[in-house]
């Protein structure tokens, strides 16, 4: 069964530091990752995604990941963090079947 | 506005009751899930659906049930025989293709047995 493990449950930064958070997944064949946001109050709201091509994506609010075959990885990325990125991360993946399989999220907090 | 409509927000139940959570999509999505958020163990896949009247068990299917009547629609009943209910849930759909579909998601319903 596919599995995703992120790596740190809860990451304290300053503003202005940059931001790595760790995603790997378990499955050989073709996957689609997604790296998932939920801010404070809000729903679940997709950050990117990758499908195929260029193993680097960005996507909103200055976030990128990349897609690392070999390692089995999607580390999500941002070079200066801000107060407002105070949420939590979910990395997910699609094997096939219409089934994201979610990781156990990761708790980023922010300090002014 | 297009979405997906989750109800109520928050919701109170005795034990040994049965509850059912309602998700509604206007997306016209043909797929539909139901996940369980639990600190520290992120989302867990309880129930998915492809189509009407056709369902799948997630990982975390024991003490729960779901119906697929209409396509708009994907209520999930949380049942006495389930040993832990109190949980954060989350609806989502997406369009059926084989992997490239992100998922749209609710607002969540808190369910807390009491």
Redesign the interface.
Same mark, same amino acid.
């Given at each position: 069964a596919q599995s995703v493990s992120q790596h740190n449950h809860h990451v304290i930064l300053s503003e202005a530091a940059s931001l790595e958070l760790g995603c790997n997944y378990s499955y050989g064949g073709t996957v689609n990752l997604f790296w998932y946001v939920q801010y404070p109050g809000q729903h679940l709201q997709l950050l990117l995604k990758y499908f195929s091509g260029d193993p680097l994506v960005k996507g909103i609010k200055g976030f990128e990941a990349e897609f690392i075959k070999s390692k089995f990885s999607f580390n999500l990325r941002k070079p200066s963090v801000q107060w407002s990125d105070t949420a939590e991360y979910f990395c997910a993946v699609n094997a096939g079947g219409n089934k994201l399989v979610f990781g156990a999220g990761t708790i980023l907090r922010v300090k002014s | 506005d297009g979405g997906i409509t989750q109800s109520p927000k928050y919701l109170f139940r005795k034990e040994g009751q049965n509850v059912t959570l309602s998700c509604e999509q206007n997306l016209n999505h043909d797929?539909m &899930?139901w &996940?369980r958020q639990d600190p *520290? /163990?992120? =989302?867990? =896949?309880i129930y &998915?659906s /492809?189509i009407v009247n056709d369902f799948q068990k *997630?990982?975390i299917a024991e003490g729960y049930s779901v119906s697929r009547e209409k396509k708009e629609s994907f209520p999930l009943t949380v049942t006495s025989a389930q040993k832990n209910p109190t949980a954060f849930y989350?609806c989502?759909s997406?369009i059926?293709?084989?992997?490239?579909?992100?998922?749209?998601? *609710? /607002?969540?319903t808190r369910l807390t047995v009491v």
């Open positions: - | 797929a &899930y &996940y *520290g /163990q992120g =989302l867990r =896949l &998915y /492809q *997630g990982d989350l989502a997406s059926l293709r084989d992997v490239n579909t992100e998922a749209f998601f *609710g /607002q969540g």
